[in-house]
């Protein structure tokens, strides 16, 4: 369904990449929906029904991405009520939901989830509409609690284990989820640390969410969804780059910062080994560059942060470990928040780089969030915020 054309939006230019999007979406005019729900387009047939204000929050955090959009012209003002016969083969709670956004007819997929709530809106004043709300899986793990021995010896295992559950294969055979990736974790069984025999994962009075979360930030894991693909990885492993932005090619504005509070020098993971009593330790020094300047890593020399971590078991988990709480750390060190012409190609869990700005507001920021808004006032922007572990001189 077609919004409002609202002409060439500003913040545009013609750099490499930001020229091909340009071609493909018709210079950015004439922004479109279309929203697909069970399989089925939603479709106008009494001529009456329009989408409008689609709000998409994605995220490679560990919240749910949520999506909502609101259908007009739906109520009858001579009989006072909601026309659902019209919308009730699509607005199904439970049914599987596909956003697709773009200009001019050219579209691509921007969220997959379910049909989470609906709402039947009307004030006096104002145009009556239902809001759709769709999340992903997260919403469905957020459910119930359990305590359980798991068949897995490592974490990745006892993820993948959780995912094969009946209710997130249905949500796959409906097509709200589109694939799952799971990736190993540093805690697999490389020939010694412990007995697979005698060892295995245990939830304790907690959800499946809550336990994936718990899993994800012990290994300084992401666990997230990208367009109904469902992966649990490393995090920022994803080495595909994002399109380049400036402010000739669709930055609209941002806010760029750099801070060294919580940095430290040097991490440190230690543990104990239980069977013999003797400290179990990683170090692992920050070497990354933090100003333009040498005055912020003088004010940093020598500081460092220990974090005790008794589910350490040996020096190679325990070197994962700081590692995982280095990167951690350093990611805390930029700050990305912009917001731009609207691309859908512009999603979570990816490098992104600003240039043209000048040093040290250039830069390449992993992308940690991302909304999409869509309404026939505003037109169509995307908003970003993502982190930096460096700054370039």
């Given at each position: 369904?077609?919004?409002l054309?609202l ?8 750099g ?9 979406y018709?210079d ?6 279309l929203i697909?729900l069970?399989?089925?387009e ?7 029904m ?16 949520v ?20 919308i ?20 691509e997929t ?5 049909v989470a709530?609906?709402d039947?809106i ?5 145009q009556?509409y239902v809001?759709?709300?769709g999340?992903d ?8 609690s ?12 006892a993820v ?14 409906s ?13 697999k ?6 007995s ?9 009075s ?15 894991f992401?666990f997230f969804?990208?367009?109904?693909k ?11 780059a994002?399109?380049?932005?400036s ?7 941002f ?8 940095i430290?020098?040097t ?6 080994d239980a ?15 933090l ?11 020598k ?26 750390m350093s ?8 917001d ?21 507001a ?17 037109g ?5 915020t993502?982190c ?6």
């Amino acid at each position: 369904m077609a919004l409002l054309p609202l002409g060439i939006l500003p913040g545009l230019g013609g750099g490499p990449g930001f020229e091909t999007l340009k071609k493909k979406y018709n210079d950015f005019y004439f922004p479109q929906t279309l929203i697909e729900l069970g399989g089925k387009e939603l479709k106008d047939k009494s001529g009456q029904m329009a989408v409008n204000d689609v709000d998409i929050e994605l995220t490679s955090g560990y919240e749910a991405s949520v999506a909502t959009f609101r259908i007009y012209g739906v109520f009858r003002q001579e009989s006072g009520k909601f026309e659902y016969d019209e919308i009730k083969k699509y607005v199904v709670l439970g049914n599987a939901l596909t956003i697709k956004l773009g200009y001019a007819g050219t579209f691509e997929t921007v969220f997959t989830g379910f049909v989470a709530g609906v709402d039947f809106i009307f004030s006096t004043g104002n145009q009556p509409y239902v809001e759709v709300t769709g999340m992903d899986i997260k919403g469905v793990m957020m459910s119930g609690s359990y305590a359980e021995q798991l068949v897995a010896t490592s974490y990745g295992e006892a993820v993948r284990e959780i995912l094969r559950k009946t209710a997130y294969e249905r949500l796959q055979d409906s097509s709200a989820i589109t694939g799952v990736s799971v990736s190993d974790t540093p805690d697999k069984e490389t020939g010694g640390d412990r007995s697979a025999t005698s060892y295995t994962i245990e939830m304790s009075s907690e959800s499946d969410y809550e336990f994936v979360i718990k899993a994800a930030k012990k290994f300084n894991f992401e666990f997230f969804t990208d367009r109904g693909k469902v992966y649990f990885r490393k995090a920022k492993s994803n080495a595909e780059a994002l399109p380049t932005l400036s402010i000739k090619d669709g930055l609209i504005n941002f806010d760029i910062g750099y801070s060294i509070t919580g940095i430290a020098e040097t991490i440190e993971a230690r543990s104990v080994d239980a069977g013999t009593g003797k400290i179990i330790s990683s170090k692992l020094k920050f070497t990354n560059n933090l100003s333009v300047g040498s005055s912020a890593k003088k004010l940093i020399a020598k500081s460092r942060h220990v974090y005790i971590d008794p589910t350490v078991m040996s020096k190679q988990q325990a070197d994962a470990r700081a590692a995982s709480l280095l990167e951690t750390m350093s990611y805390r060190l930029g700050s990305l928040n912009c917001d731009c012409v609207g691309i859908p190609e512009l999603r979570p869990g990816c490098f992104l780089t600003i240039e043209g700005l000048g040093a040290p507001a250039d830069n390449k920021f992993y992308i940690t969030g991302v909304t999409h808004s869509i309404s026939a006032d505003a037109g169509y922007r995307t908003k970003l915020t993502g982190c930096a572990n460096e700054v370039r001189k």
